[in-house]
Every structure is written in C-alpha cells, then in structure tokens.
C-alpha cells in the first residue's frame, strides 16, 4: 500500500475504535425500527433537519462530525482488499418496520472487510439514494447491513437506477406489506449475491446510522457499479415510501478511500 493510502487507512480505522461504544444500540434501532418513544420522519417537524432536537438521544444527528450519508467525490486511491462476499439463499421475509421496507436475512452469509468478518443481518431501501456520487442522486440506494461478533457495524450500499426488471428484487417488490408488519413469503427464497453488481469496486469511510440515534463508528462501503430495477418496481416502493432518504452530511476531515480504478 503507498504512503497515502496507509496513514488514511489508519486514520479510519482509528476513528472508527474511537466511535465504537455507540454501534450497538444504534443498529438495534436501525434494524427493527423500534425502541423509539418519539416520532421520526422524513417530512415536516419530525424529519432530518430536526431529529437531533427530537429527544436527547439523538444528539449526534445534529452535532456529530461523522455523519452519514456523504457524497461520493475525490477519494483516495488506496490498496484497499477487496470486499470478500459470502452469501447464500435464505427464505425470503419482507418486514414493512415503518420506515422503510427491509428484508431479513439472518444466517445468509457474511463478508470480509478488512481482516474482519461480519454477519449479514438485512437490507433496506431509501428513495431517493441517501448518497450521492459526484453530486448525483439515483432514484434508489439499497444498503445490505452486517455486524461482527464484536459489534462492529458494515453496511455495503449499492445505488439503484432504472431500467430492466430485477428478477432477483422481484418477489420482494411483488410482496412488500402495505403497512407496518411481516410477511413471509411462502416457497421464495432469496440469495443476497443475486443484489451484486458483477463489479465490486468500492468507496469506504466511517460514517455513522441513516436514521436515529445516527450512531457512529459504521463502516461504510458503497458500490461504485450500479444495479437495474424497472420504473414499475421503483413506483411500487414509492407507492408506499415516497421519500426515505437523509440529506448527504459535511464530510469535514474524514478519509474518503477507493479502491479499483
């Protein structure tokens, strides 16, 4: 690895000790969607702009320095490894948890991100993308959410534009619950590696939860490839969360590495 890519790969990975305590309680939020004696939301007194004024747990919302989401632009060149994806088929579970539509995908496997192992436990969808490259929004963002046994939090994000069907998504999309509940979708199951682009070229820096508490201290790696889902099935989760994204956080002085190209 060359001079830069090390010290701002130390450096990340020396914030991201220094934010650790926060991790657990704030993935348990993000997860389930509970826990939460406040009301959160994307629009009018309830949304972003004010969750850190919502109840003194959220705090980090408004004056974290490490927030979640950022946009994608100028990152470092480094020796990054790359991600190492090990999934597999799991009956499928579609969980409408209030906020958003998440599919539950403990026992699906697990990645390797840095000489760490963590579990995969779900993913979820935001509309529009809550990161940005270069400035730009896609119509979707899916973000594939792991823990290590040390309660380290990994979320693999992976920007959505349309085009053709994806057959993968299909059954979720086709059976998403129109209110907050869980639906097991009978005979379906579903292998998170089917959700990959073929390339698998990343962007990573420490970030923090999306939603509330905005726990800090998670590792963020976003896809630079993009996946296809059809204008249909965009509309059917817009049909039920019309927007679902946080606005992109100041960066300040944290490292923004690629690796690839």
Not at 97 to 122: F, M, P, R, S
Request: charged residues 25%; aromatic residues 8%; negative net charge.
């Amino acid at each position: 690895m060359g001079r830069i890519g090390s010290l701002a790969l130390l450096g990340a990975l020396a914030l991201s000790f220094n934010t650790y305590a926060a991790e657990k309680a704030g993935h348990d939020a993000h997860d389930k969607g509970k826990g939460h004696d406040v009301h959160w939301g994307y629009t009018g007194e309830a949304s972003a702009e004010h969750w850190g004024d919502l109840k003194q747990e959220f705090a980090l919302c408004k004056v974290g320095q490490s927030q979640s989401p950022i946009d994608i632009d100028d990152a470092i060149k480094a020796d990054l490894n790359p991600i190492d994806f090990n999934y597999k088929a799991v009956p499928l579970k579609v969980i409408n948890n209030g906020h958003t539509i998440q599919v539950g995908l403990e026992g699906a496997g697990t990645i390797k991100l840095h000489g760490d192992e963590y579990k995969l436990l779900q993913f979820h969808f935001h509309a529009p993308s809550e990161h940005t490259a270069q400035g730009k929004s896609y119509d979707m963002e899916v973000h594939l959410v792991h823990k290590s046994d040390k309660g380290k939090l990994a979320v693999v994000g992976v920007f959505m534009k349309p085009g053709k069907e994806n057959a993968a998504l299909k059954a979720v999309f086709d059976n998403m619950p129109k209110e907050a509940g869980e639906t097991e979708v009978k005979g379906a199951s579903l292998n998170p590696q089917d959700l990959l682009p073929k390339a698998k070229d990343y962007s990573h820096y420490i970030g923090s939860l999306t939603t509330p508490p905005c726990s800090e201290g998670v590792r963020w790696n976003v896809l630079t490839d993009t996946i296809e889902v059809s204008q249909a099935q965009i509309d059917a989760f817009k049909a039920l969360y019309a927007m679902n994204a946080r606005p992109v956080q100041d960066q300040h002085d944290r490292f923004l590495l690629k690796n690839g190209k």
